[in-house]
Structure formats: structure tokens, C-alpha cells
């Protein structure tokens, strides 16, 4: 379980990619002469992410590296703010973001594996490291997952974030399409 | 072992795709500026599918999403019942198949991993989860395999349920076209 | 370490290919509305197959099925004798390429993971299971390997039959082009 | 830890590709009938690297195989120096490179994983041999690394490597942008 009072507060999940919804894989080469990059992703996360339509907590990727491989995923979560930057672009893109929607730092979950997460630990108000963090990342983590980037850690996340909320059997009835509670 | 009585009865295997024939992974990437979607396969359940043909098991696959990759790895082991739909629309859908096979649920085994195979649980006659599966989905199911999905969980399922029946021989010698049994 | 009068007789090393050169997976897809499919080898493997050149130890690919990926990588590594054929067609194209060779069953040693190489086994003077292989093939095989398939068991079978010939050490150095030892 | 005083003489970090950047696996299949392959890289491994920029140590790529995979990945991570050759000619081709900079071996950390390895091994100042390498490599190298090829070991390497020299906090603050320290 998450620490209750700080998973109350959440509004937003922010999400590193590489390590976080993927292994820290990328699959390279060359199709037609031209530069080809896969990313493999985790099908039980994506049924996690459809779990927080509705609950109030939005979702947004912050990926120190572009790839379409990225904006084809997010599309299909129907994830609308994923922002592609440089590793040291995090903390100023995450801002903006924020001040967009109008919330603060306390608000935002994070979820990292590497040093180019530490400035954005360092600010959020629920940092939390994967099982395959870096040590220097977990340091800084409020909460380390059981599970590894790409093999169910987000979705691990999303279960404990719900749960600490009082949130969890809601979330499933919503998905399933049952008793709908009122939030 | 599975349940002998209810083993007996199953005339369909329904299997969910995602998490169950594959290990929940989807490698997304973009190929001359278009979105490609691969999955990853096994050729061990491949072979335990084949073996089911001869048998009076029918298999059919009901995911809750849409990927030519489920659909590409169908023909490939001649299964011609193939349902991607929405995550809520596995009920209805398999129940038209039943209906359209005149079987019943209790003649359906069904092997899942996640949320959207809760509702198809609930009714199938023989529920199996995979080890990989939810443990929400686990402690709806009569079994859970020992296998992971697309790691030969489905094979597993497919040679307990012939050892149930008492048919596994008999499948094996089919498969390498030796001493036939009738059935 | 083999059966030491066993691996002297050996003139042909026939390989399975999914599941003994590969994991068992295939990966599937479409690119430009066409089906691809790409399987994961093991490097290592292909220098194990490299040191062979020169041992006076063939290599044969016996697959129970076609794919573009195999042919590729046999090519990489300089295999000529592909043979890939329904399941039940490995026997007679085996006892073809022997033939063709002048050489026997006995004469082969065979690595294999499932029902499909169950009746080369049977025939072969050297039948060796993967880590990987069904109960079944485990049960007809001389030896099983400690890895895996694409995991380096092709590599394993090459190190371990050339240590019970007493040709390791000329292999490696044949493989560096130091020393060379008549054989 | 390594040998301080080993460490603190490294001018020039050699890395193997395939089992070193990589698992050792190559994905291949066709496309549209031509032979395509993959690799598989991790990011960690290459946030590593990147922390190196600065550091008065360079990176070279020094592979037995020729891949359009690696010289992408190469040219992301900003590596100039890839030497593609045959297995036997990474001795000759890494002496040019050397010569070129005007290194010697004493100056140069190598990390391998295999036999083609071996003569670099033999010359390199700290010969390094991943956790996945083959017996006979690792019986050659001053260290074996904890973590497995394409699952951070060359991380893992680079990080000892600064933390041997007593300049990973520095690398970690030039990484992040902050207060840098003179080399």
C-alpha cells in the first residue's frame, strides 16, 4: 500500500517510457534502408491505464527520447499528454504541464527507472521507482515495485494507487461495466 | 489433472490471446511511416493445437482486441473461430458462437489472464488462468497453469484436459499419424 | 560429457530449429498488409557452428516447418543442407539427406524438443533432448542439455560433442587460426 | 570495484556488440523479401555511455559481424568509432584504431563475451567478461560483470569503471547538469 494521505492528493500519473512501460528494450534495424525501432510493451499495463478512466487520476508520459513507437502506444491508451523531450527536459516540461492543468508537484505520481528521473523525483509528491531502477533512483523513491518495467509495473502501480484510495473494486466495477459508484 | 467429469464435457477451448498464447507483450513500431504491431508466439502450443484436431475439441480465440497478428497466427493452425472485439463484448460474442455451434457454456474451457475474462469465468464450464494471469482472475478459476502465456501455458491446458478424458495417447499417436483410435 | 564412442561415429548434426535454435518463439505481424515473421537465434550458437567447420562434423537444419527466417540464418552460417518439411516429413527428407551423404543413422546425432523429432529419436545414434524439450522427447533422448533453446543448448551440444572426441582444444584453436592439429 | 590503478590508466572503453550491447539474440525475418534483422539494446546501458561524454574516456564498438542495427544504434548513442570486421581481424583493427589516437593496450578497457574476444583479451589492459560469457572467456577477464549483456552489463561496467577512478559522482552531476567538476 501507498502511503494514504499523499495517494489521496493524486491527480496525475506520470510515467517514464523506457524502463517503466517497456524492459528498457528497443529492438533496432533497418527496413528498406531506413531506421526501424520497436518497443515492447505490456498488454495487463495498458488494461491498468483503461482502470483509471473515470477515477479522476490522468495519465501522462514523459520520455527523455522520442520514438513512434511511443506515440503509437499512447494513442492507443488514449493517453493525451506525452511529452518526448530531452533527458534534462523533464522538470521544465512536467511544469508547464502542470500549470496547464492546474496542479501542483504534490499532485503528481511518478513513476522512473534512471538518473534522468531523479531532478522530477526530487519534486513529486509520490515518486515511485520500478524494480529495475537504477539504486541511485530507488534511493529517492517513496515506494520500489515488486514488478519489472514492461512486465506489469504500472499496472502494479495503478492496482496499490487505487487501493490506497479506497478505490479498487470501484475501479473494477467501472471497467466491467457494473454497479457504477459515484466519485 | 483437471476435473475428469467436467473435462469430459468440453467440446470448445476458448482461449483469450494476449497473456494467454503470447506473454502480454506487443512489439509496436512504426515501418515506412506506419504503425506495425507484432506478438510473440509459441511453437510448443502450436504443436498441442494441432493435436487437438481428430479430437471432438474445437478451438477458438476471443480477444478484446483487434491485432492481424491473432488473425495471421489463426490461419496458421486452422482456426477458423476467431472473436476480437471489445473487452466487454467477450460474452455476447462467445455466446453466439455457442449458440451458432449448439453448445452450451458448460462445454466451454476457457483460459484467460486479466479483468475482461472475469465475465466469460463466471460462466464457462472449465475456467483456467494462466500463471501470469491477475490474482483477481486466479481465484476465479478451477486451475491455474504451472506455464506462463506464451510459454507453453496453453500447451499445458491442452495436455491436462487430454489426460483427463483419458485421450492424450491416443492424441499423440494421431499427431504422428501412428495406430489410430477411434473416438 | 557424451557417450565417447557414440560421438566418435558422428558425421552429421542435425538440428530442430524452433525451440533448439530459437526460444520456440515466433514473432508475428503485418508490414504493408503482408504477413512477416522473425525468430530470435543465439550468436553463440553460430560460433559454435563455425568452430565445427573443419571437425569433419556436418550440420543439417531439419525444421517441421517453413520459414523465410530460417533460410536466412542458415545461410549466415553457411549451412547447406536445409531441410524444412510437414512434421511427419522429417524421417524420410533425414534418411534422403543421409543417403545423398553416404552416411547412417547412426552416424547422426539429432538435437530436438518436441513430438515432430519423436521419430528421429527413435532412429538416431544420438539423440539429444533441449532444456526446453516436452517430458516425452526428454524420456527418448541420451542426454538433455542444461540451457535452453536460442539460449545456447546448440552451443552446449557443439562444446560438449567436441570435448567427448577429445577435439575442443584444436577446435578453439582451429577457430583462431592458431596451432592447427591434424584430425 | 576494479583495480584502481588499472582503471585510472583507461583511455579508450572497447565493447563487444552481440552478448555485450545485445543478448546475444539477432531477430531476423524477411520483409518484402529482403533479410531483416534486429537487435536488441537497452537503455540504461546507453544512458551509461552517455555519462561518459566529459569523462576523458572514449567508446568504441568492436564487433565480428556486420549490422546495420549496430551502426544505428552507434550513431544514437554518439559513438564514432565502430569497427565491423571478421572475427579474426578485431586484434588488427582495434591496433589501427589505437595507433590512430595514439593509445596503447595498457589504455584500453575491453568487454567480450566470446571467443573472437579472446585475442583482445589477451592484449587489453582490463579485459572484461560479461555475466553470459562463455567459460573460456571468462577464465581470461580481470572482472566478470553481475548483470548479463544487453540487461545493463555494459552499465554496470561503466559505473565501476568511474567509481574505480573516484569520478562517478562527477559523472552523475555533469550528467544531470549540475555542478561540474574540472577532469
Known amino acids: 500500500m501507498f502511503d494514504m494521505a499523499a495517494s ?17 528494450a528497443i529492438f533496432v534495424g533497418a527496413v528498406a534502408d531506413a531506421r526501424v525501432e520497436f518497443k515492447r510493451f505490456d498488454i495487463q499495463d495498458g488494461l491498468g491505464i483503461a482502470m483509471l478512466r473515470g477515477s479522476g487520476i490522468e495519465v501522462a508520459l514523459i520520455s527523455g527520447r522520442h520514438s513512434e513507437a511511443t506515440s503509437y502506444r499512447a494513442a492507443e491508451l488514449k493517453i493525451a499528454d506525452v511529452l518526448q523531450v530531452a533527458p534534462d527536459g523533464k522538470v521544465p516540461a512536467i511544469q508547464a504541464l502542470l500549470d496547464r492543468k492546474g496542479l501542483t508537484w504534490e499532485q503528481l ?14 519534486r513529486a509528491g509520490l515518486p515511485i521507482a520500478v524494480a529495475n531502477a537504477r539504486d541511485h533512483i530507488k534511493g529517492l523513491a517513496k515506494h520500489v515495485t515488486i514488478a519489472s518495467g514492461g512486465h506489469g509495473a504500472v499496472r502494479e502501480v495503478i492496482e496499490r494507487l487505487l487501493q490506497s484510495r479506497g478505490e479498487y473494486e470501484a475501479a473494477v466495477d467501472r471497467y466491467l461495466g457494473r454497479t457504477e459508484r459515484s466519485e
Do not use: M, S, Y
Open 8 to 24: 489521496r492528493k493524486i491527480k496525475l500519473l506520470g510515467l517514464d517510457v523506457d524502463g517503466v512501460l517497456t524492459d528498457n
Open 109 to 122: 505520481a511518478f513513476v522512473g527507472d534512471d538518473l534522468a528521473d531523479l531532478p522530477v523525483f526530487e
